[in-house]
């Protein structure tokens, strides 16, 4: 029989006594409006036809239902709602069998579970993701998955977020069976068998959930607790899964919605969808042709075994990418791989890889040491010391041996781009891949488009970038591009707030408090305070004085006290890791104020909370007026995944819009007559916004 369209994307058809109910909304079919209507239509054709036995829902395209559509949460969800159409599936006479390919995630799992059979082919994966958009399983799932799985699995599957793949899911009891070739044609089979053997439906509803001590739910609270500081959701999962075992089930779905209702509502769950839409966002450069052609990258090479280095290769043998790294002498290659080894096997010891993929991902890195070893690969990785002129002696010699078209790549941090390209003859071929540190696990790339960097390259670039398992965010060149250059302004102040007599611990907790996972000087003794001291004495060398120069943070590093490392930095750290106040720093810090004639006072935690992220806010104005970041969303995904910014709070630009872009700039305009308007002068950008009664997002 041919499909009867039941909306726009759903059809019913019949093969035999089997009614098929089909979902076609791409590119995920998500459950939009007409895709609620449809399935309620749909069932409802199904039930009316005498002859119809038993109904399959399959999906068309890449994929089963990947969710709710997110788009429909910012102008509200009309009718019909979806719990009410997963109840009249539940609740059908006849067995409706739900046919799985792809992904089942949120909605489109809670639809599955609305159904009584669920089938899969074995490549499918089922998840109730929506912890991740800051929300709850809104539409059965904390009711009906526990039922099957039991409270800790439920728990973790639904705290987690996770995916779960096809054949786990069927050891798990979430799916019935696993079916191999054609999915429809096996489907109907199923359903055939079904009927033929006197099978009816099944409700997930009707099952009694296992007999558990409530304790479980204040385990798992507290198990969480620290890790998922901040976040509503997890917090409201473990309420709406408790529910499952506390109450009946109608009663049970009640509390859901409540909590899903105030989780909906929430801006930590507004924050967590921005972030979900500017991930995918991040990847499309504006002004770049969509059908812009990319280069094909099967090889590449990394320059400098050191610890950028060695990540960077990581990266592309995790991708499974054969990679060539290159050193100066054996010595140096033989310490990097020993180092790389060292991860792989202490991964491998916590049980997230196999010793066969240790062995796998280190055969892929191939230890080299001339330059015509790499004559032939399609992508340069340089990671070698931070210095103009080593870099520019690197590119002149991949500029000599690289095949045309190979895309020449410098992890530089600080220095231009441009500069650095211009010492090849094909500055379109050179672009910047800034990788943060560690480079196996930091998720971000600030990739650096530098004047003449073609637009294949760039293409290409962000492509790969998501191929190596990173969120890359394309910048422009500018000092410390957007991610250093924000957490410049930032280190200025948190500087001077306690020059000022702000405790350093004071600090790190106003940030801690906020969301960061530490505050600066608890991230600056970990990552040495060294580095920085040199940085600025070769600025001071160079005669680029600051307006006001602080100085108490280069004291305690000329004590010989470097951070961790050396045991003890701004903090002491007694076991090596845990930062412990120092009476004789703060001699020091008081020592230095009063050299520069500043008179210490009590300073509030809104102060420094002010001081130190509007300067950012201020700073990433700046940013996007330049066009160093093209849209606010990059320089989110930033700070986001660079920068240990709160994902509930959606980063930094967003968060600003939250707050409102008048009260930083009127907060400017306070400290601009405290201060004086050399660091306190707003973008004008920001003002303009903030005049206009308006955000960075509109
Ligand atoms: C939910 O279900 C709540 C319920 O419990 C209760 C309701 C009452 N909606 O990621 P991709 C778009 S909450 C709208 O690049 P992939 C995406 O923006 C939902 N749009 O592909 C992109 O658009 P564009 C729970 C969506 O192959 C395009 O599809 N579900 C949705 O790498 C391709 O996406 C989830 O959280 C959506 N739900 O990965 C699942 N999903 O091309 C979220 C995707 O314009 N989705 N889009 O940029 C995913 O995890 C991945 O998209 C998926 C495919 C794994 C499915």
Redesign the pocket.
């Known amino acids: 029989m041919s499909d009867t369209a039941m909306s726009e994307t759903v059809s019913f058809s019949r093969q035999g006594t089997i009614g098929l109910i089909k979902v076609n909304n791409p590119?995920?079919n998500?459950?939009s409006q007409s895709v609620r209507a449809g399935l309620r239509d749909a069932v409802e054709r199904g039930l009316s036809e005498p002859d119809v036995a038993a109904l399959v829902l399959i999906c068309e395209g890449?994929?089963f239902i990947?969710?709710?559509?997110?788009?429909?949460f910012a102008t509200g969800?009309g009718e019909p709602?979806?719990?009410p159409v997963i109840d009249a599936m539940e609740t059908a006479a006849k067995p409706i069998v739900a046919a799985i390919h792809?992904?089942a995630?949120?909605?489109?799992l809670?639809v599955a579970l609305g159904c009584h059979y669920r089938v899969a082919v074995p490549t499918a994966r089922v998840g109730?993701?929506?912890v991740?958009?800051g929300?709850?399983?809104?539409?059965g799932?904390t009711q009906r998955l526990p039922r099957l799985v039991g409270a800790q699995v439920a728990l973790d599957m639904i705290v987690g977020g996770g995916?779960v793949p096809a054949p786990k899911a069927k050891e798990l009891g979430i799916i019935d069976d696993i079916v191999e070739g054609e999915l429809l044609d096996a489907a109907v089979t199923y359903a055939e068998k079904l009927i033929a053997e006197g099978k009816g439906p099944r409700p997930i509803r009707d099952i009694r959930p296992e007999q558990v001590s409530l304790s479980v739910f204040d385990d798992y609270e507290q198990s969480i607790a620290r890790k998922q500081r901040g976040f509503l959701a997890p917090f409201h999962i473990i309420k709406s899964i408790r529910a499952a075992f506390e109450l009946p089930f109608e009663q049970g779905m009640a509390r859901e919605q409540e909590l899903?209702a105030e989780l909906m509502a929430s801006t930590e769950s507004k924050a967590q969808q921005h972030i979900?839409?500017a991930e995918?966002?991040v990847a499309?450069v504006p002004g770049l042709p969509k059908d812009t052609p990319l280069r094909s990258i099967k090889t590449g090479a990394v320059i400098g075994a050191g610890t950028m280095g060695g990540g960077i290769a990581m990266n592309f043998a995790n991708a499974g990418i054969p990679v060539k790294l290159l050193d100066v002498s054996q010595e140096s290659l033989d310490k990097g791989l020993g180092i790389i080894r060292r991860n792989y096997e202490n991964t491998a010891k916590k049980g997230r890889i196999s010793q066969d993929d240790v062995e796998r991902r280190m055969a892929l890195i191939e230890p080299v040491l001339s330059y015509d070893d790499i004559k032939d690969v399609d992508i340069v990785i340089e990671a070698v010391f931070e210095n103009m002129e080593i870099k520019k002696e690197v590119f002149r010699t991949l500029d000599a041996t690289c095949k045309p078209g190979a895309i020449l790549a410098t992890n530089t941090s600080t220095l231009n781009v441009d500069e650095i390209a211009s010492a090849t003859n094909r500055p379109e071929d050179v672009i910047g891949m800034h990788f943060f540190s560690p480079a196996n696990v930091m998720r971000l790339l600030e990739n650096v488009r530098g004047e003449r960097t073609a637009n294949d390259v760039i293409a290409t670039v962000m492509k790969f970038s998501k191929s190596l398992g990173k969120v890359g965010a394309l910048v422009g060149v500018c000092d410390g591009f957007v991610g250093n250059r924000m957490l410049h302004a930032r280190t200025r102040e948190s500087a001077f707030l306690v020059e000022e007599g702000a405790r350093p611990e004071q600090v790190d907790k106003v940030f801690y408090d906020f969301g960061f996972p530490m505050g600066p000087f608890a991230m600056a003794d970990m990552a040495g305070l060294d580095v920085g001291y040199k940085v600025r004495q070769e600025r001071r060398k160079a005669g680029k004085k600051e307006k006001r120069d602080s100085v108490w943070i280069d004291r305690i590093v000329e004590m010989g006290r470097h951070g961790q490392k050396t045991h003890a930095g701004i903090y002491k750290y007694e076991d090596g890791r845990t930062p412990i106040p120092d009476p004789e720093i703060a001699g020091i810090i008081a020592q230095c104020a009063k050299e520069a004639g500043i008179e210490q006072r009590e300073i509030s935690d809104q102060e420094i909370l002010e001081r130190c992220l509007y300067p950012m806010i201020n700073e990433g104005a700046k940013i996007l007026e330049e066009g160093i970041a093209a849209r606010p969303l990059d320089i989110d995904i930033i700070w986001i995944n660079g920068y240990g910014f709160p994902a509930y709070k959606g980063g930094p630009m967003f968060w600003a819009d939250q707050i409102g872009l008048k009260t930083i700039y009127d907060a400017y305009l306070k400290y601009a007559e405290k201060f004086g308007e050399h660091y306190w002068k707003p973008a004008p950008l920001l003002e303009k916004l903030a005049k206009e009664g308006k955000g960075f997002y509109g």
């Not at 990947?66 to 429909?72: F, K, L, Q, T, V």
């Not at 995630?105 to 489109?108: A, N, P, Q, R």
């Not at 929300?135 to 539409?139: D, E, F, K, R, V």
């Open positions: 590119p995920v998500a459950l890449n994929t990947a969710g709710a559509d997110i788009r429909e969800l709602a979806l719990v792809g992904t995630l949120g909605g489109g809670e109730l993701p929506e991740a958009l929300l709850l399983p809104g539409a799932g995916h899903f979900f839409f995918r966002e499309k």
